[in-house]
């Protein structure tokens, strides 16, 4: 035991939690030591590192306090007084204004011993106040909801009437400060309005924003659940503001407008959740085209159930990405979900035991524990050097962002076949045209056929809104003539898109809809004896697997998508 914490004197909440047998004394005096050293709370360590779950932490300080427990998800955050107290002493001291009766106030905190939250929040509403003990968990997430309701609320006002009243003169770009037209106090409404935009991208669940200029006119557009849609029409003459504003968050050059330049914008929303923007620029007739990718660290940790995997082609990818070599590739067109794919396996098996290397083009999500490169080929640091210098590092998982050429294609078989679980991802239409891609790329057929265990082909399919959806008729004939079969017609109901206050035109969020293929001895044969994709495609049909059209029908027959969006995703 380290010295330092011999001098240490149990006493309080942790003696508390010892007493209660939920924590023991050596991992006490740890959690201590580090709280202090950390310059943190003693609660906000242990639920943070997991190493108590914080309603045993309350239940445990509301005895030892004598501080009456609150469960704060049962108050609906819009009640709380929020006018009596700043967001900035909200955040600083993590604890809430709860309630006022007479001159007293509720404060809900998640450490009996923040005094100092009590006192500042006293001194500022000129109230007597009291504690109430809640969970650390839910008090983080009451002070997140508040923060975003602030900045909503700030920016909520801000509509096309503020943009008819800004600075409409014609702006010459060759003599245009863009220093001063990116920061300059004048441009407060650019960066109001940038602003909003970003945060009704991110409330509205867009993957994508648009900022495009044109001769006459310039839109903003946002790709919710796969399809674009127009959200702003900013006048043209801010088109050169607006540009300069996003480069100057995103930390590119301002005044370079020729070539095309890439950057990352991070925006916190509060204390625990920010959200990263991968930004692009692009020069083009009229002005610069900037596409922004929204980046949520939450989407790499979804978990396997909810992407839409059926139980059997989940527990073929579980089966595939817990074997300890071999290669497991997921393939589909841009935007189809592969990067989450991909991600969700790693955390699945991202352990103490594993040494996980990743090179991405570029990373777009952090993952604790993985070391991940971004590629550089300016810098002579592509996939297939990357990976060279992976196998020199004692590596256990490899994940190779793309398989793009003959060079990574056979140092990733050779990693596959030598003792590591390759990760990565090609481009094609199908399971089985990826082998085949494999073999056209060079590869020599036997190698494919001895290293790669699964062949993921994946497209994002837009879920139906529970709350409007509507059953459908459907003549059987129609129903045949799409890809059912005649005795499972009746079994089940169909339902179309309506659209409501909740939902885009009757879908809300997306579904993974995939064709899972392990590569048997037999596919293997065909691939070794020169068969082609339908050779493979109609092998895999007799081995079971499905399609991507009819995974998609499948999704139908559950109520999950509708029939137009099986045909516009799988294009059958």
Same mark, same amino acid.
């Given at each position: 035991?380290?010295?330092?914490?011999?001098?240490?004197?149990?006493?309080?909440?942790?003696?508390?939690?010892?007493?209660?047998?939920?924590?023991?004394?050596?991992?006490?005096?740890?959690?201590?030591?580090?709280?202090?050293?950390?310059?943190?709370?003693?609660?906000?360590?242990?639920?943070?590192?997991?190493?108590?779950?914080?309603?045993?932490?309350?239940?445990?300080?509301?005895? &030892?306090?004598?501080?009456?427990?609150?469960?704060?998800?049962?108050?609906?955050?819009?009640?709380?007084?929020?006018?009596?107290?700043? &967001?900035?002493?909200?955040?600083?001291?993590?604890?809430?204004?709860?309630?006022?009766?007479?001159?007293?106030?509720?404060?809900?905190?998640?450490?009996?011993?923040?005094?100092?939250?009590?006192?500042?929040?006293?001194?500022?509403?000129?109230?007597?106040?009291?504690?109430?003990?809640?969970?650390?968990?839910?008090?983080?997430?009451?002070?997140?909801?508040?923060?975003?309701?602030?900045?909503?609320?700030?920016?909520?006002?801000?509509?096309?009437?503020?943009?008819?009243?800004?600075?409409?003169?014609?702006?010459?770009?060759?003599?245009?400060?863009?220093?001063?037209?990116?920061?300059?106090?004048?441009?407060?409404?650019?960066?109001?309005?940038?602003?909003?935009?970003?945060?009704?991208?991110?409330?509205? +669940?867009?993957?994508?924003?648009?900022?495009?200029?044109?001769?006459?006119?310039?839109?903003?557009?946002?790709?919710?659940?796969?399809?674009?849609?127009?959200?702003?029409?900013?006048?043209?003459?801010?088109?050169?503001?607006?540009?300069?504003?996003?480069?100057?968050?995103?930390?590119?050059?301002?005044?370079?407008?020729?070539?095309?330049?890439?950057?990352?914008?991070?925006?916190?929303?509060?204390?625990?959740?920010?959200?990263?923007?991968?930004?692009?620029?692009?020069?083009?007739?009229?002005?610069?085209?900037?596409?922004?990718?929204?980046?949520? /660290?939450?989407?790499?940790?979804?978990?396997?159930?909810?992407?839409?995997?059926?139980?059997?082609?989940?527990?073929?990818?579980?089966?595939?990405?817990?074997?300890?070599?071999?290669?497991?590739?997921?393939?589909?067109?841009?935007?189809?979900?592969?990067?989450?794919?991909?991600?969700?396996?790693?955390?699945?098996?991202?352990?103490?035991?594993?040494?996980?290397?990743?090179?991405?083009?570029?990373?777009?999500?952090?993952?604790?524990?993985?070391?991940?490169?971004?590629?550089?080929?300016?810098?002579?640091?592509?996939?297939?050097?990357?990976?060279?210098?992976?196998?020199?590092?004692?590596?256990?998982?490899?994940?190779? +962002?793309?398989?793009?050429?003959?060079?990574?294609?056979?140092?990733?078989? *050779?990693?596959?076949?030598?003792?590591?679980?390759?990760?990565?991802?090609?481009?094609?239409?199908?399971? /089985?045209?990826?082998?085949?891609?494999?073999?056209?790329?060079?590869?020599?057929?036997?190698?494919?056929?001895?290293?790669?265990?699964?062949?993921?082909?994946?497209?994002?399919?837009?879920?139906?809104?529970?709350?409007?959806?509507?059953?459908?008729?459907?003549?059987?004939?129609?129903?045949?003539?799409?890809?059912? *079969?005649?005795?499972?017609? +009746?079994?089940?109901?169909?339902?179309?898109?309506?659209?409501?206050?909740?939902?885009?035109?009757?879908? *809300?969020?997306?579904?993974?809809?995939?064709?899972?293929?392990?590569?048997?001895?037999?596919?293997?044969?065909?691939?070794?004896?020169?068969?082609?994709?339908?050779?493979?495609?109609?092998?895999?049909? *007799?081995? +079971?697997?499905?399609?991507?059209?009819?995974?998609?029908?499948?999704?139908?027959?559950?109520?999950?998508?509708?029939?137009?969006?099986?045909?516009?995703?799988?294009?059958?």
């Amino acid at each position: 035991m380290a010295t330092p914490q011999t001098n240490i004197v149990l006493s309080g909440l942790v003696r508390r939690l010892i007493q209660d047998g939920v924590l023991n004394e050596s991992d006490a005096l740890d959690a201590v030591t580090n709280a202090q050293k950390n310059k943190t709370n003693l609660v906000s360590y242990l639920v943070e590192n997991t190493l108590i779950d914080s309603l045993l932490i309350a239940n445990s300080a509301s005895t &030892e306090f004598g501080v009456p427990l609150f469960d704060l998800s049962s108050m609906d955050s819009e009640q709380i007084p929020t006018s009596l107290i700043s &967001e900035t002493l909200i955040k600083k001291h993590n604890a809430v204004p709860l309630f006022k009766r007479g001159k007293r106030l509720y404060v809900a905190v998640s450490d009996p011993t923040n005094l100092a939250a009590l006192d500042e929040f006293k001194f500022h509403s000129g109230l007597t106040t009291e504690a109430v003990l809640v969970e650390e968990i839910k008090l983080n997430k009451t002070i997140e909801k508040i923060v975003e309701d602030k900045a909503n609320e700030e920016l909520g006002d801000f509509d096309d009437a503020d943009l008819e009243n800004l600075d409409l003169e014609a702006v010459d770009e060759e003599s245009q400060d863009d220093a001063e037209a990116a920061g300059g106090a004048d441009d407060a409404p650019i960066v109001r309005f940038v602003n909003k935009i970003l945060l009704d991208a991110i409330k509205k +669940g867009a993957s994508d924003l648009h900022f495009e200029p044109y001769e006459k006119r310039y839109r903003v557009r946002f790709r919710i659940d796969g399809i674009l849609a127009e959200v702003a029409g900013p006048p043209i003459n801010l088109a050169t503001r607006i540009s300069a504003r996003l480069k100057v968050m995103s930390k590119l050059d301002i005044s370079e407008k020729r070539v095309p330049q890439d950057g990352r914008i991070k925006l916190k929303l509060s204390k625990t959740k920010a959200i990263d923007f991968r930004v692009s620029t692009l020069p083009t007739l009229f002005g610069e085209k900037i596409v922004m990718r929204i980046l949520d /660290p939450t989407s790499a940790q979804l978990g396997i159930d909810v992407l839409g995997y059926e139980p059997e082609q989940k527990e073929l990818f579980l089966d595939a990405i817990h074997k300890p070599q071999g290669m497991v590739l997921v393939t589909g067109p841009t935007g189809s979900g592969k990067t989450v794919s991909l991600y969700t396996a790693v955390n699945i098996i991202n352990t103490p035991e594993r040494n996980i290397s990743t090179a991405e083009d570029p990373v777009e999500i952090n993952l604790e524990g993985v070391n991940q490169v971004n590629v550089n080929p300016k810098a002579g640091l592509n996939f297939s050097t990357a990976l060279r210098a992976f196998l020199r590092q004692d590596p256990d998982i490899v994940l190779v +962002g793309e398989i793009r050429d003959l060079e990574t294609a056979e140092i990733a078989i *050779k990693a596959a076949q030598t003792g590591h679980l390759v990760l990565s991802t090609l481009h094609t239409n199908s399971a /089985p045209e990826t082998l085949t891609r494999m073999v056209n790329m060079g590869v020599a057929p036997f190698n494919i056929a001895t290293s790669v265990n699964l062949v993921i082909a994946q497209r994002l399919a837009r879920r139906l809104c529970e709350n409007c959806k509507n059953e459908a008729d459907l003549p059987d004939d129609v129903l045949i003539k799409v890809g059912y *079969k005649k005795e499972e017609i +009746g079994t089940f109901k169909i339902f179309e898109p309506v659209g409501c206050d909740n939902c885009t035109n009757g879908y *809300k969020g997306r579904v993974g809809v995939y064709q899972v293929m392990k590569v048997s001895e037999t596919i293997g044969k065909i691939i070794m004896e020169g068969g082609n994709a339908l050779d493979i495609a109609e092998q895999a049909t *007799k081995e +079971g697997v499905n399609d991507l059209h009819r995974s998609a029908l499948v999704k139908v027959m559950q109520g999950v998508t509708s029939l137009e969006e099986v045909n516009r995703v799988t294009q059958h």
